[in-house]
């Protein structure tokens, strides 16, 4: 975690450059679309999420299966196996 107080500079254009140690602790590579709010205490930045908020009552059943219900512990096997898969091509 970044140590100490980092300063930086607002730009004419308006711009400022967070610092390396921020970006790297935070994993915000050139491109990470941020989400600001103003805050009492000064201003947030938050990664913006790349899907629109939903409720589970919006997505519920949106993708038809046609078969046999699997089990919870199907469902968590299958995950296991999808991040092992995914993990062992890193």
Known sequence: MATGKLTTTVS???QVILPKAIREERRW?????L?????PDG??????????????????A???YRGKPKT??????????EAR??????
């Not at 590579?29 to 679309?33: D, I, Q």
């Open 12 to 14: 004419t254009k308006g």
């Open 43 to 60: 201003v947030l930045l938050k990664p913006s999420s790349p899907f629109p908020a939903a409720k589970p009552a919006d997505v519920f």
């Open 72 to 81: 919870v512990e199907e469902m968590e096997a299958g995950i296991a196996a």
């Open 35 to 39: 989400t600001i709010e103003s805050t």
């Open 29 to 33: 590579r050139a491109g990470t679309r």
């Open 62 to 64: 949106s993708l038809h």
């Open 85 to 90: 898969r995914r993990h062992a091509r890193d």
